[in-house]
């Protein structure tokens, strides 16, 4: 058995919207499906005749058998459930928190709350959730697609979280998990597992190839196609996210334009805007190559700066506490120059710049890493193991 428990590092913020989604969940579980599960459906309920008619004929079972087992649980999961060959706006969303048992819900609300934490530092409380359900859609719909006349309801929070796990392993490849191994009576211990390795055991072993063996239904009993289709349409939004990195900043440049609309530059006649810009640079004028930097009009203008330009500008901004500037223009120089010389230190402003936000720090640790791996000075370098050594220490506290 590999069992995850845990991983590492974690964030120094309270991950109150994912403990709310799974307050939610159990919640659900202990009003709703405890009390139904022991209770007896209504003979008169036309519902249960509806159910006893689309699931009683799908296999060998006499219905006879299945009335005497049916609890009026299974109604509601059969009403509220996501059922492909009878698909409702309603059941997408209460499909999400309804499970089949105690270990279905325990294993969801375990991979929710090793994982989310991370991913809800890194996009905020509100902007999770709704990624949270998008992928759930997301997962339910893709499954859909490969058992359009399944009467069968599927239930369960697995499709999110697996939207979840798409997020993490883009956004989080050097993190460790802690996965407890047993194999009795040779291994009984836990170990840190690179992340993406976990990840990508779960994605190919657990669910693509039983999928592929399975035709792409659910018979094993298990929503193989829901895992995969919300992991990648997690790993899609994380994708989008990180391809316009300024997705998030967007008042906060026009609000700094504004306030440097004013701060004129002194003007050289005659040269090109990454030219005046190096100019300022080079006479110890920052303010001003700011200021016009973020008045360019075209990215041409800015994929014509010089790489150490752009880094001395987005440094600028970090002393300058504006660090909602200077992670855009980090962001954008490592998505864009991915082999240029001043990588390591576009990839510590990166750091930096998330570095002073708590439910930021582990996307600062990951850039810290990289900066080491890439560093093109001692300077650079020691930097990014300082730094790394800090977050270790207030891990460990």
């Not at 109150?16 to 919640?27: D, G, H, R, S």
């Not at 007896?40 to 299945?66: A, C, F, K, M, T």
């Not at 298990?222 to 289709?229: M, N, S, Y």
């Not at 001395?312 to 506490?321: S, V, Y």
Request: proline share 6%; no cysteine; glycine share 10%.
């Amino acid at each position: 058995m590999f069992l995850p428990v845990g991983d590492f590092p974690n964030p120094r913020t309270t991950p109150v919207m994912t403990y709310l989604l799974i307050a939610a969940n159990v919640m659900v579980w202990l009003v709703v499906a405890l009390p139904l599960s022991t209770t007896r459906p209504d003979l008169n309920d036309p519902l249960l005749l509806q159910y006893l008619r689309d699931l009683g004929v799908q296999g060998s079972v006499p219905v006879r058998v299945i009335f005497e087992q049916v609890s009026a649980y299974d109604l509601f999961i059969y009403q509220y459930g996501y059922r492909p060959a009878d698909p409702s706006f309603l059941t997408l969303f209460t499909a999400m928190f309804l499970h089949g048992g105690w270990l279905h819900l325990i294993g969801n609300m375990l991979f929710l709350w090793i994982f989310g934490d991370n991913v809800e530092h890194r996009i905020g409380h509100i902007p999770f959730f709704f990624a949270y359900m998008v992928t759930g859609i997301l997962a339910t719909v893709f499954f859909a697609m490969f058992v359009p006349q399944s009467q069968t309801p599927m239930v369960g929070a697995s499709g999110a979280i697996s939207g979840v796990l798409g997020f993490y392993f883009l956004w989080f490849p050097r993190n460790m998990v802690k996965v407890f191994i047993f194999l009795f009576p040779f291994i009984m211990n836990t170990f840190l597992v690179p992340a993406r390795l976990v990840l990508g055991f779960y994605l190919v072993i657990d669910n693509l190839l039983p999928f592929l063996l399975t035709g792409g239904g659910g018979g094993s009993g298990v929503a193989h196609g829901a895992h995969i289709g919300g992991f990648l349409g997690g790993l899609g939004i994380a994708w989008g996210i990180d391809r316009f990195p300024g997705w998030k900043f967007g008042r906060s440049f026009r609000q700094f334009r504004r306030e440097e609309s004013a701060a004129g530059s002194t003007s050289t006649p005659g040269l090109k805007p990454a030219a005046l810009i190096h100019h300022h640079l080079t006479n110890h004028r920052p303010e001003q190559a700011a200021a016009l930097f973020l008045r360019l009009g075209s990215e041409q203008d800015r994929r014509a700066l010089a790489s150490e330009d752009l880094v001395r500008i987005g440094e600028f901004f970090l002393e300058q506490g504006r660090d909602d500037l200077a992670l855009p223009l980090f962001r954008r120089f490592i998505q864009e120059r991915p082999t240029d010389f001043y990588l390591d230190r576009a990839l510590l402003g990166a750091g930096r710049a998330l570095e002073r936000h708590g439910r930021q720090i582990t996307s600062a640790y990951q850039y810290f890493l990289d900066a080491v791996d890439v560093a093109r000075t001692p300077e650079v370098r020691e930097e990014a193991l300082m730094r790394l050594r800090a977050i270790d220490r207030l891990a460990k506290r």
